[in-house]
């Protein structure tokens, strides 16, 4: 069966719409699938009815970023119970942080001479503020493309490149999440349910033995193993990681965006099959009345 448990909308730093979401899963025979915009759930309710109405089942989900020590990483969360007041005081405390943060990013580029009108752009974001829509209003304010193309000394601009010399430049400011204590967040589990799991390690050379094992000794209970970002060794590996410390196995497309210009090739989900009879225990997820406490 055909899932794909990672999927990011217009609420965070994704460009289509809940509903257009399920309408791609369905293109693409998609059978159970997961929206999960980051440190919001805003976009749950819309989802979840545009899957039922196309026979998909869709499970609540959200993206988090979390840090245990000085170790920072991100987790996909499943299954909780998304009306909780205790869960929206901790993602609106996450939004205020990271838009304070984005905010002080943005006067340093208008005090560098950039045209920033910085209510205007913040306020195009009532939950997660991503970096990369930020990054696109800045680049098309006022006369800023001639100044950047000027300064980077080139006339075709990249998001990365954008992203990397005004938003993660030292000297300009670094834009950086608003990360939780992940005990925290285990904490808050016990409260709202669910079943929480580290995503795409790979991405971020996280496939680590000792990382795994700590992980499952504060009460994680899987891994993403399936993601394009990851290589087939990493794969393996984590596939190989995840049994040993008897984890749920996962997979996702982390979607945000058709690329357009006439690429062949528009997203993942073109080439990227994600299998749920290839994830040990995935059911736990895909099937959470399976997880019921009598």
Same mark, same amino acid.
């Given at each position: 069966?055909?899932?794909?448990?990672?999927?990011?909308?217009?609420?965070?730093?994704?460009?289509?719409?809940?509903?257009?979401?399920?309408?791609?899963?369905?293109?693409?025979?998609?059978? &159970?699938?997961?929206?999960?915009?980051?440190?919001? &759930?805003? *976009?749950?309710?819309?989802?979840?009815?545009?899957?039922?109405?196309?026979? =998909?089942?869709?499970?609540?989900?959200?993206?988090?970023?979390?840090?245990?020590?000085?170790?920072? !990483?991100?987790?996909?969360?499943?299954?909780?119970?998304?009306?909780?007041?205790?869960?929206?005081?901790?993602?609106?405390?996450?939004? %205020?942080?990271?838009?304070?943060?984005?905010?002080? &990013?943005?006067?340093?580029? #208008?005090?560098?001479?950039?045209?920033?009108?910085?209510?205007? %752009?913040?306020?195009?974001?009532?939950?997660?503020?991503?970096?990369?829509?930020?990054?696109?209003?800045?680049?098309?304010?006022? +006369?800023?493309?001639?100044?950047?193309?000027?300064?980077?000394?080139?006339?075709?601009?990249?998001?990365?490149?954008?992203?990397?010399?005004?938003?993660?430049?030292?000297?300009?400011?670094?834009?950086? $999440?608003?990360?939780?204590? @992940? +005990?925290?967040?285990?904490?808050?589990? $016990?409260? @709202? *349910? *669910?079943?929480?799991?580290?995503?795409?390690?790979?991405?971020?050379?996280? =496939?680590? #033995?000792?990382?795994?094992?700590?992980?499952?000794?504060?009460?994680?209970? *899987?891994?993403? &193993?399936?993601?394009?970002?990851?290589? %087939?060794?990493?794969?393996?590996?984590?596939?190989?990681?995840?049994?040993?410390?008897?984890? %749920?196995?996962?997979?996702?497309?982390?979607?945000?965006?058709?690329?357009?210009?006439?690429?062949?090739?528009?997203?993942?989900?073109?080439? !990227? =099959?994600?299998?749920?009879? +290839?994830?040990?225990?995935?059911?736990?997820?895909?099937?959470?009345?399976?997880?019921?406490?009598?």
């Amino acid at each position: 069966m055909r899932i794909d448990l990672q999927l990011h909308s217009t609420y965070s730093d994704g460009y289509l719409t809940p509903t257009k979401l399920a309408e791609m899963a369905q293109k693409f025979n998609i059978k &159970v699938a997961s929206l999960t915009d980051h440190n919001t &759930v805003a *976009g749950e309710e819309e989802f979840t009815k545009a899957c039922e109405a196309r026979g =998909i089942q869709a499970i609540i989900g959200i993206e988090l970023y979390v840090k245990l020590s000085n170790k920072k !990483f991100n987790i996909l969360w499943y299954n909780f119970n998304k009306s909780h007041p205790d869960l929206h005081k901790v993602l609106r405390q996450c939004q %205020i942080r990271r838009r304070a943060s984005v905010r002080k &990013v943005l006067e340093k580029l #208008k005090a560098r001479g950039f045209e920033v009108d910085i209510e205007k %752009i913040l306020d195009q974001f009532n939950h997660y503020v991503p970096i990369n829509k930020v990054a696109s209003a800045f680049l098309y304010s006022g +006369k800023n493309i001639e100044k950047i193309k000027k300064e980077l000394k080139t006339d075709h601009l990249q998001e990365s490149e954008i992203i990397r010399n005004y938003f993660r430049n030292k000297e300009i400011g670094v834009l950086r $999440e608003s990360y939780i204590n @992940i +005990k925290r967040i285990l904490k808050l589990r $016990e409260k @709202i *349910g *669910g079943q929480i799991i580290l995503n795409h390690p790979g991405k971020f050379n996280q =496939i680590n #033995k000792e990382f795994f094992a700590k992980l499952k000794s504060i009460g994680l209970d *899987g891994i993403e &193993v399936l993601s394009p970002h990851h290589s %087939i060794g990493a794969v393996m590996y984590a596939q190989y990681l995840a049994r040993e410390n008897k984890f %749920i196995e996962t997979g996702g497309s982390d979607f945000h965006l058709h690329e357009g210009n006439g690429h062949l090739i528009q997203n993942s989900l073109e080439y !990227f =099959i994600i299998d749920s009879d +290839k994830l040990k225990d995935v059911d736990k997820i895909t099937c959470p009345q399976l997880n019921l406490k009598s």
